[in-house]
């Protein structure tokens, strides 16, 4: 899991609880900590306001060798949530996926990250494929703007 570590430019999501609705040029920088886990920064910007956001959390490897973890955010006193990593090389792409009852309901995230702020239309193509053999319906994921003039 420790593959995971550094910089990932989140290129879609589907999900409006952690950040805001319209959060855009959102990276997540992963650090390995001395305890075996990782610390999550989680930064993004609402670009219709030019408000930056953000969330400081852990990854827990509660079983890394299934491609799943456990998201913590220490500061929100709200239980946390076991994650999946349905597919990734570690390289280029990864995507993540959590579904768990909160209360009444369920809550469902999905995110698509790269190591690249760009992404080409070979990157989006083989993410649309691990998608649809996940029957995960694209069109409800969000994509997010990393444009390098709007997120400085």
Not at 63 to 81: C, F, K, L
Request: proline share 4%; aromatic share 14%.
């Amino acid at each position: 899991m420790f593959s995971y570590m550094g910089l990932w430019f989140i290129q879609g999501r589907y999900d409006y609880a952690s950040t805001p609705e319209l959060a855009d040029c959102m990276t997540s920088v992963y650090r390995k900590t001395s305890w075996g886990h990782a610390d999550i920064t989680e930064r993004s910007k609402i670009l219709t306001t030019n408000t930056p956001h953000q969330i400081n959390s852990l990854m827990i490897f509660d079983n890394p060798t299934r491609g799943h973890y456990t998201y913590e955010i220490p500061s929100d006193n709200v239980a946390d949530w076991p994650v999946n990593i349905l597919s990734t090389d570690y390289i280029s792409y990864s995507i993540e996926w959590s579904c768990f009852p909160n209360g009444t309901s369920v809550d469902t995230y999905i995110w698509v990250l790269s190591r690249l702020r760009y992404v080409d239309n070979l990157f989006n193509a083989r993410i649309s494929k691990i998608l649809r053999s996940h029957n995960i319906d694209e069109s409800s994921i969000r994509k997010i703007n990393q444009n390098q003039a709007l997120c400085s």
